[in-house]
């Protein structure tokens, strides 16, 4: 920019254009992405790590025999050829399959309730005083509550799952949204109704891109809680037809007596949770925040 | 905002006034009973016209700012403005999920500016504060001098016949401050907008306006006015800017030290 200033000088002939370049250019923070190896010692080298201390810690709590009863406890080796095992014979990935396409499913039906939802409890005065309250108390109910209720009115089906994730992810999708729009500070309101953005322009260009960092996050938790609820509704209402998914599998190891697939399942649950956290979620979030200058570093 | 005056038929300044003030009082429910803010201001601002208004705390310049931008509404009085007005703030309200460039043309998308002609009109925009290159930036990678010549070209993309600034240097170091007075009067020139200036700094008042008007504080009430004649460019250590910030400063003193003897 230096340069091309430069060149108006000399047109102007006044020294204010090289002046404020100079200015802009002394006051510019640079930022820069941090390092790969940086991110790899600080982000991923710590919780590999653990992850290898605690599977270290189990070997030898089995190969030392202090837990000498592999109905209790198997050793990682034997949850490890379960695993293998339903891998080979092209059972794994159905099981992730069948819970993680009803995890979103549910998760995108939970997403086109609770967005107007909490707009509209954020933005209007009377709804919000008469549901605001219900809905926030509703993110401290286990949602694994619902799951009798769900059971009796919509029988053994998918639709009874659906309706548990919905009934998990729903208040914490809108409180999101309510809170985001809570803190979009009001000097933006301001400058947008300056700018012509009132009533529904308003809210499209000014209040729901504000208020997007506090429905991101609760988006992540609204994913957590249908993720939670899914599984108790699997482990609670396992039905042959339904089709086996990670709490099915949960459910028929215990059945079985079957500790390492137990261990399986838990195993899977926690990761399959994880990954869609650290693939969909995280990235979401960190973009959202990043675009905003919220995570630079100083 | 009271009425909007008509538009003279062949869109040309056959208007007398950008903004027009009148008898207009404002006040707001407190403690004891009614507070008084504003209290019977009348004042045109002439098309093309600079005017900034100087007061201490509590003279209600930044409520009157806001009356005329129709954030607000008087308890008493007529305000009639030329269109609607273009407001700045002493933070730059830039929005932080666009880029400099997306700021601008948000602002001519809001006024009905058709997408083909916004992305060329943001980069004159953004010519004119002599950001050329920053289209793409984001608000937190620019400094405090920037972001509020982003926020001018942001107000200028109105094509108000008003510019409002409510302090909008206030938060800048003194060097910056000093460029942007000579950016300001250089765009004022340029684009013939008339400028309706808030600030408590009786040098910056003296430095950009044609005319000075004082502010009394608890109820703020129009003191006194000066025109400013001294020609540009002006420099804020010029000795005739000096010394007529000096006579502003002591009725300005003298305004203040009346709250004092109660």
Redesign the interface.
Known sequence: ?AS??ST?VAKDGND??G???G??A????Q?GRTPFRQTFTEKILPPVLAVVLVLAVWQALVSFKVVDDPSKLPAPSAVWDVVQTAWLQGELLGYIWTSVSRGLLGFLFALLIGTPLGLIVARVKFVRAAIGPILSGLQSLPSVAWVPPAVIWLGLNNSMMYAVILLGAVPSIANGLVSGVDQVPP??L??G?????TGL?GTW??VL??A?PGYVAGLKQGWAFSWRSLMAAEIIASFPDLGVGLGQLLENGRNASDMAMVFEAILLILIVGIAIDLLIFSPLERWVLR???LL?KN | MATTLAKAADGTASLTHAARIQHVSKSYPGPAGQQLVLDDITLDVAPGEFVTLLGASGCGKSTLLNLV???DRPSAGEIATDG????M?Q?H?L????TAGKNIE??LK??GVPKAERRERAGELLELV?????HGK?????????RQRVALA?ALA?ESKLLLMDEPFAALDA??RD?LH??LT?IWRETQVSVLFVTHNVREAVRLAQRVVLLSSRPGRIAREWTVGIPHPRRIEDTAVAELSVEITEELRGEIRRHGQH
Do not use: C, N, Y
């Open positions: 920019m091309t200033d108006t204010l254009a002046l404020e370049a200015l802009d002394l006051e510019t923070r930022t000097l933006f301001r400058a109704r300056t700018l012509g953005a322009k260009h000014i891109p504000a997007l675009s905003r200058g630079v | 931008a129709g954030l609607r007005p273009a407001l703030f933070e309200a929005f932080p999920w666009l948000l602002a809001l006024r002599r950001l050329k290159g920053a984001r608000v937190h990678e620019l400094s405090g001098g920037m942001r109105q060097i910056t460029v000579d950016e250089r």
